[in-house]
């Protein structure tokens, strides 16, 4: 670090919620010892959309940064474990109707190696097994409700993610905030005043006045007051890529309680998708949609249909609107905005917190290197801008992919024009049966996602040739299915069941929330 950085001073976070505690968080973590006086200001009159529950496997490591072992905070959080996506009905085709994203380790190398010789025979028309739920124990833990917490002495590494309560999750990290010293303010924001330079200088608030500090941090939601509002920095929609902009959200009990899938289950409905994530005492669904193909109450209806409520059941349906794009600048002056108020794509990947941590990480290191300088922040905005626009080239990927004919969303999804100029390589090398690997390489300075999880997606929606496959020469080296499938098989033995890990965390003596 700059020995001459007087330190990062007075720090205003505006808006709570898991963004906020987050952010405050990793802050007073990482800065505690430079004498950051880091305070958080929300409003008690303002909701918290609290209905994201799910996360990738980065969120692992932000615990592991903390020092917080799963054990410690999944039970306040009505926690479970998740080793992966899958994605029923998106496809038509035979044999891949359904597709599992799983998360990867290097573990999994052996089986990889088998998918992708089966996949690049299959993608240049040669018969040879190449679905990828066969090759990734992943796939085997979530279908078989294990949790990836391989046995001692077994020499497999399995990665994984989370499903939590948003609401828990936020309260827990507030805990854990304050007792690193985040100072917490209740109150609304009226004003925010500048400077001639147009830096923020101070929040009016109703209760304590002006409130000033060094830096300012926008996690105030959709509203976006400060990033937004006050800084004018223009929003960039992706409603052109992506349609979906409503979600409606319901929770169900467990049909059966003694059991607990470890996956997220993404199912293709009529105008959008639904969510269906395992929480230690519920389901959490959610329909994800467009409005310009359905409204908010055939949307409604689609969902209660599809968790078979009858026509008597009262379980109140929360209806969120969703504004998709990005900031063209996360960071403008002396404001960082994060969350929300920085932009958000459609959860079908369960990106969000993904992003905050990426956000949070990079102003860090930016920080580390240059203080709150302008020098950091072009390169800065230029990284976070490419972080969004992958995850939007990929989540845009499974809807372009889609071979549903049913209703005129899936129709207009897959022949949307407006695809970007990467997406067009990627499908461009792999219906000429080229060499994916090399480019997803080539592309890699602006991908989020692995060569693994792009071919896990072309392949496992079936994107190869429609005419009948050749057989292959005798010299074709195929790998049988049966072997990786039985290997996978063989290896549920050193897993736990799911269900099983996660009471036995609930009933263990009560974790302090404590530092």
């Known amino acids: 670090m700059d020995k001459t950085n007087p330190g990062p001073g007075r720090i205003l976070i505006l808006g709570g919620g898991t963004a906020g505690w987050m952010a405050a968080i990793s802050l007073a973590h990482a800065w505690r010892a430079l004498g950051a006086d880091i305070t958080l200001l929300e409003s008690d009159a303002i909701g918290i959309i609290g209905v994201g529950e799910g996360s990738t496997p980065k969120m692992r490591r932000f615990f592991q940064k903390l020092g917080i072992p799963d054990a410690e905070w999944m039970p306040h959080c009505n926690g479970t474990y998740k080793c992966g996506i899958r994605f029923p009905g998106w496809s ?18 052996r089986f990889i190696r088998a998918f992708y010789q089966n996949m ?26 294990r949790a990836p917490l391989p046995a001692a002495g077994s020499d497999y590494k399995s990665d994984y993610a989370f499903h939590f309560d948003a609401r828990l999750i936020g309260d827990l990290l507030k805990q854990r905030s304050l007792a690193l010293g985040v100072k917490h303010v209740v109150d609304t924001v009226t004003q925010v005043n500048r400077n001639e330079q147009g830096e923020i200088l101070s929040v009016e608030t109703t209760k304590h006045g ?8 926008d996690c105030s939601g959709f509203a976006s007051v400060l990033i937004c509002k006050t ?85 109140e349906a929360r209806h969120l609107k969703m504004r998709v794009g990005r900031l063209e600048r996360a960071w403008d002056k002396n404001c960082l905005a994060i969350g929300l108020a920085q932009g958000f794509i459609e959860p079908l990947e369960a990106t969000a917190l993904m992003i ?40 845009a990927m499974h809807y372009l992919l889609n071979t549903r004919r049913d209703t005129e969303y899936w129709v207009a999804n897959r022949e949307n024009p407006h695809i970007s100029d990467s997406i067009k390589q990627i499908l461009e090398v792999w219906d000429n049966g080229g060499d994916l690997l090399t480019e997803i390489n080539r592309q890699s300075a602006r991908m989020s996602y692995s060569p693994t999880s792009w071919c896990c997606i072309l392949a496992g929606m079936g994107r190869f040739p429609r005419k009948p496959p050749r057989k292959p020469r005798r010299d074709i080296p195929v790998i049988d299915p049966a072997k990786p499938r039985q290997a996978c098989l063989d290896m549920l033995a050193h897993f736990p069941d799911h269900r099983t890990v996660v009471d036995a965390m609930r009933m263990a003596p009560s974790q302090a929330l404590g530092v």
């Open 120 to 145: 690049t025979l299959r993608q240049r028309n040669i018969d040879a097994h190449a679905h990828p739920d066969t090759y990734f124990i992943s796939n085997y833990l979530a279908q078989h409700s």
């Open 210 to 217: 002006a409130v000033a500090a060094d830096f300012f941090i």
């Open 92 to 109: 038509t085709r035979p044999g891949f109707e359904s597709y599992y994203h799983p998360f990867f380790s290097m573990s999994d190398d």
């Open 356 to 395: 905050v941590q990426d956000t949070v990480d990079n102003f860090i290191e930016q920080y580390q290197a240059a203080g709150f300088t302008a020098a950091p922040r072009s390169a800065f905005n230029d990284k976070i801008n490419l972080i969004f626009d992958s995850v939007k080239d990929y989540v």
């Open 231 to 315: 800084l004018g920095v223009p929003f960039k929609s992706y409603k052109e890529f992506l349609f979906n902009d409503r979600a409606v959200a319901m929770p169900t009990p467990h049909p059966d309680p003694t059991t607990l899938r470890s996956e997220t289950l993404s199912m293709a409905l009529r105008h959008g998708w639904v969510w269906k994530i395992p929480l230690t005492n519920r389901l959490g669904n959610g329909y994800v949609y467009s409005s310009d193909f359905v409204d908010e109450e055939g949307a409604e209806r689609e969902l209660r249909a599809h968790l078979k409520l009858g026509a008597n059941d009262q379980t």
